[in-house]
């Protein structure tokens, strides 16, 4: 599905009277979790899921081929687990 399919499917899930309308609510929602996981808070929405963020430790490896090493540093990554009622209506 492109991002135009899915600001109309919001637009018609929503009632939104236009497709500006629908692509503003959808970035506005986007926004509000990106800076909700700036901050390391977690997001639950019952029933859909939640985001929330992950510390990765540093790690090495080698790469493939060749005796080179690198490092990877430590970092923070989003995390999201998908709700039940989600899993459930896509294993139907």
Do not use: N
Request: proline residues 4%.
């Amino acid at each position: 599905m492109t991002k135009a399919e899915f600001v109309e499917l919001v637009q018609e899930k929503g009632g939104y009277e236009s497709k500006a309308a629908a692509e503003k609510a959808i970035k506005a929602f986007t926004e509000a979790i990106e800076e909700a996981l700036k901050r390391k808070e977690t997001v639950t929405l019952v029933g859909f899921g939640t985001f929330s963020t992950v510390e990765v430790p540093e790690k090495s490896g080698k790469v493939p081929g060749t005796d080179k090493t690198y490092t990877k540093p430590a970092h923070t990554a989003p995390k999201f687990k998908f709700g039940k009622s989600i899993k459930d209506a896509v294993a139907k």
